[in-house]
């Protein structure tokens, strides 16, 4: 049983990712220029939704056993491993932004960074 996706899918994903743009434009210049203020959950929020509607797409993804191969795991294997060995050779105090990856970075490999103490 095969999917032919097709070109109509892709625009149409194309066209919902356009809208959620125009949205987000639509809301921005709402909170600047009207001063109006809109309540919007913080971004650790939006990831959560972001990983679920992924990993949904994926389930519903038609993919076959040999279209997995071990070469597709290595980009994201030296992208964890290089942002862990970033983090714990950073000299100094850690930087707001540089203490957030860190601690996400060792949060998903199960330990602590000093960032995080």
């Known amino acids: 049983m095969t999917h032919d996706l097709g070109i109509m899918h892709v625009i149409r994903e194309?066209?919902?990712?356009?809208?959620?743009?125009?949205?987000?434009?639509?809301?921005a210049a709402l909170a600047t220029h009207w001063a109006v203020t809109v309540p919007v959950p913080g971004s650790e929020f939006f990831l959560y939704v972001l990983l679920f509607l992924i990993g949904a797409?994926?389930?519903?993804?038609?993919?076959q056993?040999?279209?997995i191969r071990p070469a597709m795991f290595t980009l994201?294997?030296?992208?964890?491993?290089a942002s862990l060995l970033a983090g714990a050779s950073s000299p100094g105090p850690p930087t707001p932004t540089s203490a957030m990856a860190c601690c996400?970075?060792?949060?998903l490999a199960?330990?602590?960074?000093?960032?995080c103490w």
């Open 57 to 63: 797409d994926l389930a519903h993804t038609p993919l």
């Open 65 to 67: 056993r040999n279209a």
């Open 14 to 27: 194309c066209g919902i990712a356009l809208a959620f743009l125009l949205v987000g434009l639509g809301l």
């Open 76 to 81: 994201p294997l030296v992208v964890i491993v």
């Open 104 to 107: 996400l970075a060792a949060d």
């Open 110 to 115: 199960g330990f602590r960074c000093r960032a």
